[in-house]
């Protein structure tokens, strides 16, 4: 009688918008990162490299010309080192405005300079690969029709 009647309210567990907070806690969306897209949830790593570098003077609080990791937590809580240093690209603990083009310049050729990018740059690269294949598949059809007719 009455077991879960007042607990949770079941909406934050399944949408997984609250993580780790959002359980219990009744809204679970109301966290603060948790609504739709917010802040760095969900968000590959080009999308964060692009508003980074369209941030860029917001983001370097303080004026020293490159964005430090606790900068970049600032603007995408849920940004992890890993992430970070895979936007890095020189290994100084920093970004620097050329580093995020440099890293949205790679990622627009599909397996972003030989790094994925978490699901998106998985699911970019098998995409890719049906595309390579499909071609080839195609190529192999249209050679062998080709020497039917002779």
Same mark, same amino acid.
């Given at each position: 009688e009455g077991e879960g009647e007042g607990e $949770?309210? $079941?909406?934050?567990e399944g949408e997984g918008e609250g993580e780790g907070e959002g359980e219990?806690?009744?809204e679970g969306e109301g966290e603060g990162e948790g609504e739709g897209e917010g802040e760095g949830e969900g968000e590959?790593?080009?999308e964060i490299a692009d508003e980074l570098l369209a941030a860029f003077d917001d983001a370097d609080t303080d004026d020293d010309g490159r964005i430090s990791f606790s900068e970049a937590q600032t603007q995408f809580p849920s940004l992890s080192s890993d992430d970070f240093a895979q936007l890095d690209g020189n290994s100084? $603990?920093?970004l620097s405005e050329s580093e995020?083009?440099?890293f949205t310049d790679d990622s627009e050729g599909g397996c972003n300079g030989g790094k994925i990018g978490g699901v998106a740059g998985l699911e970019r690269w098998i995409s890719d690969v049906l595309v390579?294949?499909?071609a080839l598949a195609g190529a192999s059809?249209?050679?062998?029709? $080709?020497?039917r007719a002779d």
């Open positions: $949770g309210e $079941g909406e934050g219990g806690e009744g590959t790593l080009d100084d $603990g920093f995020l083009e440099d390579l294949a499909l059809l249209w050679h062998s029709i $080709g020497h």
